[in-house]
């Protein structure tokens, strides 16, 4: 595609429900990284993936969430028994490889937790 | 750990004003430097970068210069529009890691 896609673009889910989130990069990128920026905050790391190397999950904020990716492809990032707190819009965005490559962003999932 | 700090916002400004945004990083190793923005209702995008000490990134009038000696990489424009309202986000890749952390963001508001 064009960009990165993000889907759902919004999600209101009942608190204690489990969540995905999907996200597909621009074709090639083999960096694809999560974010989340709760609402008047800055950017919150979450996961990066970089090819075939072990994931830096060291954003992870708790158990309750995972991320995994397909290969050089989608990515799927699960909340687990959601929380009034998780309420954000989560951010993704895939580069190519390399030492300085621009990091292109999705337009969001806005994420919330009633 | 690796970090980002700028200056919090909001900047409110007047048309045709001097702009600084002030973006200082803890980092181990040599990163690399970014400046992202966000304009209302869009998403994030690369505004300007340097990749090493003493590089000046610059686009759309914006600058920002890699300061090795006192870790910042500042943003500075001479002649902000109303069309410059948005929020700027610094940000930096770790050198050996790829990982790209980004500051708190500052929002800047341009009055005519």
């Known amino acids: 595609g064009a960009g990165v896609s993000q889907s759902p673009s919004n999600k209101v889910t009942e608190k204690g429900k489990d969540v995905e989130l999907r996200c597909d990069p621009i074709s090639g990128h083999t960096a694809l990284y999560w974010y989340r920026q709760r609402l008047g905050q800055g950017l919150e790391f979450l996961i990066y993936f970089q090819g075939n190397s072990a994931p830096d999950k060291s954003g992870l904020p708790s158990d309750r969430f995972s991320a995994e990716r397909t290969g050089e492809s989608v990515s799927t990032l699960t909340i687990q028994r959601t929380q009034q707190e998780d309420s954000a819009v989560y951010l993704c965005?895939?580069?190519?490889?390399?030492?300085?490559?621009?990091?292109?962003f999705g337009q969001g999932t806005r994420l919330t937790v009633v | 750990g690796d970090s980002v700090t700028q200056m919090e916002g909001p900047v409110t400004l007047s048309e045709e004003a001097f702009l600084t945004i002030n973006c200082t990083y803890t980092?181990?190793?040599?990163?690399?430097l970014f400046w992202y923005v966000q304009y209302p209702g869009e998403g994030l995008q690369l505004l300007l970068k340097?990749?090493?000490?003493?590089d000046k990134g610059s686009n759309k009038g914006f600058e920002a210069t890699y300061r090795k000696e006192t870790t910042s990489f500042h943003l500075e424009k001479g002649s902000v529009q109303v069309s410059d309202s948005a929020v700027y986000f610094c940000?930096?890749?770790?050198?050996?890691?790829?990982?790209?952390?980004f500051g708190q963001g500052t929002t800047l508001q341009v009055k005519p």
């Open positions: 340097a990749t090493k000490a003493d």
């Open positions: 940000a930096l890749r770790v050198s050996n890691t790829g990982k790209l952390i």
């Open positions: 965005a895939s580069s190519l490889a390399g030492a300085n490559p621009e990091a292109f």
């Open positions: 980092a181990t190793g040599y990163p690399s």
